[in-house]
């Protein structure tokens, strides 16, 4: 006779979110006109992975306890020792029993850090048709395994590897002060380019082949303890490269430090 031995289900993110697709996600208006008009203009551009619906943040309110919905809005990061929230993040949750205790106690699929909370810059609705396809991105690789579920943007770190042949474009603004006073040519030998804000955003509006355009989220006046959020980013099909964050303190500013440098010139011919 066949023995049948029972088994556990280990009810990991990869399972919770397997309904993901097939349900409506809301997205959050913020109430802040400027930018739900380009926010609703580009989900419906972009949004492609589930079903969608917009709404309010009076009906979030009503509706997040409903694990029949996913919703994507836009929340504010508050980190130890900032007596203000200093970031902005692309969040998306799942709704559910909890969710009455804050987002914070929402099961989160992913969280994308794009502008300050107090003076955006304006550039994050540049890279606002990134940012989603990032985010859609990153949920189907959640879906298909645990790996990039519980690694964050993180995980995309290992692409790095595979732009041996891209020209990747530094904004001069991206640049922490350390970098700043140690350029030197081995950047232009490593496809490295410096240039200035408006250029760098023109190689992400103009969909240039072969490249990856660097970003930063980081709140407009910085304390020690606040977080800097550093990206590169695909001009073409806005795939994410690489993800990496720090504390901001007496050795590490605000942009991309040394270390960020040198882990991005590593095997690069």
């Not at 492609?48 to 619906?53: A, D, L, M, Q």
């Not at 006073?181 to 200035?196: A, F, G, P, V």
Request: with cysteine.
């Amino acid at each position: 006779p066949l023995a049948a031995g029972a088994q556990a289900q280990i009810n990991t993110k990869k399972v919770k979110i397997s309904d993901f697709t097939q349900k409506v996600t809301k997205v959050v208006l913020n109430g802040n006109e400027f930018f739900d008009t380009t926010f609703q203009e580009e989900i419906t551009a972009r949004w492609r992975i589930s079903p969608y619906e917009f709404c309010t943040l009076e009906e979030f309110e009503e509706m997040k306890s409903n694990d029949n919905y996913y919703f994507l809005m836009t929340t504010y990061g508050q980190f130890r020792k900032e007596t203000a929230p200093g970031l902005q993040f692309l969040t998306l949750v799942k709704g559910g029993k909890g969710a009455d205790k804050g987002i914070g106690s929402m099961l989160e699929i992913v969280s994308l850090p794009f502008a300050s909370a107090e003076y955006p810059s304006g550039r994050e609705l540049v890279f606002l048709p990134a940012f989603l396809d990032i985010i859609q991105s990153h949920t189907l690789a959640s879906m298909e395994n645990d790996f990039n579920g519980y690694g964050g943007l993180a995980s995309n770190n290992l692409n790095l590897g595979k732009t041996d042949d891209m020209d990747i474009i530094l904004s001069e603004d991206d640049l922490s002060d350390e970098v700043r006073n140690n350029m030197d040519k081995s950047l232009e030998e490593k496809r490295i380019i410096i240039t200035d804000e408006d250029d760098a955003d023109q190689y992400m509006l103009d969909n240039v082949p072969g490249t990856l355009v660097s970003y930063v989220a980081v709140p407009t006046e910085p304390v020690f303890g606040s977080y800097c959020y550093k990206m590169l980013i695909d001009t073409q099909n806005h795939k994410l490269y690489y993800f990496k964050k720090h504390r901001i303190g007496k050795k590490a500013g605000a942009g991309f430090l040394l270390d960020d440098i040198d882990r991005i010139k590593a095997g690069r011919r």
